[in-house]
């Protein structure tokens, strides 16, 4: 689709191939992506935007299906511009571009416990956008502010309150990038806190396909909560367990598999195509709704066109 576009001092670059973008390394091709050069650039790109055209705001692509057919709209995704951190007592800013395990290893080495964020894939934007969380804590948890700016080109800041935070999932006017995201976490001493980190880290390798190209966790867990991490975690309800009741661990579809080693995670083997990916899923949530009744939701968030 061809449009004008306001001039930038970031980076534009037309039909781009989003699947290098993103962790299953499928998809097809973006009308444009824009790599803002810092606030101010993004603030007066979208100003500047004509207000019919879609925006695509995409973190690190780790928890995103990019069908087939591409995407009609412009993709926003942050850099160098947006991965700056500043800790001041227990208060911990950071651009959104910043990877959840570097914001989780500085709060710690500062004495801020933001240790549950160090095994979570993506950026610190995408952790709010998803709530993402585990053993037992959720970024809602910890979650102070985030500048926002909005599809006219504001630069606003919004509290919890705006998000609406529930399980996965949060609430953010349309077309908004989120830019700069300040978390709060309890004191914990540096060296505790690095062998939590550790120790966490080990226990994911263990159990999760750590290796293989995902894109984490595919569905939420019905039960809606995530692993607590404890002696006493249930499973009864956990998406892991649902998929193995249903038989459909190890189940495959061309280069598409749920994974033997742990079945809530949707693996691209090689070659798979999107619709391989989304069809599988789609063929996981019947079966698991014949066995058990259950109807699982896609935590992988699923855009664009199929061919």
């Given at each position: ?98 990877l959840d395990a570097h914001v989780a290893r500085k709060a710690a080495d500062a004495g801020v416990d933001l240790t549950f964020l160090r095994t979570i894939p993506g950026s610190i934007g995408g952790a709010v956008r998803m709530n993402a969380g ?89 039960a809606g909560f995530s692993s607590t991490g404890k002696a006493d975690d249930v499973h009864d309800l956990k998406a892991w367990k649902v998929i193995d009741d249903a038989g459909m661990r190890g189940a495959q579809r061309g280069g598409a598999q ?50």
């Open positions: 689709m061809s449009y004008e576009l306001p001039d930038v001092r970031g980076t534009l670059t037309a039909q781009k191939d989003l699947s290098t973008l993103t962790w299953l390394r499928v998809g097809g091709p973006a009308d444009w992506l824009f790599q803002p050069a810092d606030v101010d650039d993004l603030r007066h790109f979208l100003a500047a935007l004509d207000p019919a055209i879609s925006v695509f705001p995409m973190g690190v692509g780790s928890n995103l299906i990019v069908r087939d057919g591409g995407l009609r709209a412009v993709v926003i995704r942050l850099g160098r511009g947006f991965n700056s951190i500043d800790i001041v007592g227990n208060t911990v800013t950071a651009g959104a571009a910043v585990c053993y037992g804590s959720y970024t809602a948890d910890v979650f102070r502010s985030a500048e926002v700016v909005t599809r006219d080109g504001q630069v606003i800041t919004l509290e919890a309150d705006a998000f609406n935070f529930r399980y996965r999932q949060s609430d953010l006017p349309e077309g908004a990038v989120l830019t700069r995201v300040t978390l709060e976490g309890p004191n914990g001493d540096p060296d505790t806190l690095r062998a939590r980190m550790a120790d966490q880290l080990a226990k994911r390798d263990a159990t999760q396909p750590t290796k293989d190209r995902s894109a984490g966790s595919t569905f939420r867990n019905p749920m994974s033997e080693k742990h079945s809530n995670f949707l693996i691209n083997t090689g070659g798979a195509t999107a619709a391989d990916l989304e069809g599988l899923g789609e063929e996981v949530r019947k079966k698991v709704y014949d066995s058990s009744g259950i109807t699982l939701e896609w935590e992988i968030m699923r855009i664009g066109d199929p061919i």
